[in-house]
């Protein structure tokens, strides 16, 4: 089963959503910013994505800015930081199966259908 994380206050978010809607694939979605991942679910997403945590950061946000743009932290200090704040992790994210994408842009959504 694919599973979109998706904050539908984001464009390129939506963009995703309607990119799985068009192509007529089964999906699921994962609103996380109303349903909080859990630590052993982010660690599994940052593996699939082959990334480190510190990459899955939106580093524009506010909260990045202001509590996290001047620190070093340990990778599980970065998973443990989006999961305070899940604002923090770029979207949308596409899995499927023992793969993820982050889709941006949104054509590399295709690569994992």
Same mark, same amino acid.
Request: proline fraction near 5%.
């Given at each position: 089963?694919?599973?979109? $994380?998706?904050?539908? @206050?984001?464009?390129?978010? @939506?963009?995703? #959503?309607? #990119? $799985?809607?068009? *192509? ?13 991942? /859990? ?8 593996? *699939? $994505?082959? %990334? ?5 950061? @939106? *580093?524009?946000?506010?909260?990045? *800015? ?26 949308? %994210? ?7 994408? %982050?889709? @941006?842009? /949104?054509?590399? %959504?295709?690569?994992? $259908?």
């Amino acid at each position: 089963m694919i599973t979109i $994380l998706h904050n539908p @206050r984001c464009s390129k978010s @939506r963009a995703g #959503l309607a #990119l $799985l809607e068009e *192509k007529g694939v089964e999906f699921e979605v994962c609103k996380y910013l109303d349903d909080a991942l /859990t630590p052993d679910e982010l660690e599994e997403i940052v593996d *699939k $994505l082959e %990334i480190s945590p510190l990459d899955l950061i @939106r *580093k524009n946000e506010e909260v990045y *800015k202001t509590e996290f743009a001047d620190k070093e932290l340990s990778d599980e200090e970065w998973i443990l930081a989006m999961l305070e704040y899940p604002q923090l992790i770029e979207r949308p %994210i596409v899995i499927n199966g023992d793969k993820a994408v %982050i889709g @941006r842009p /949104t054509e590399l %959504i295709e690569t994992i $259908l």
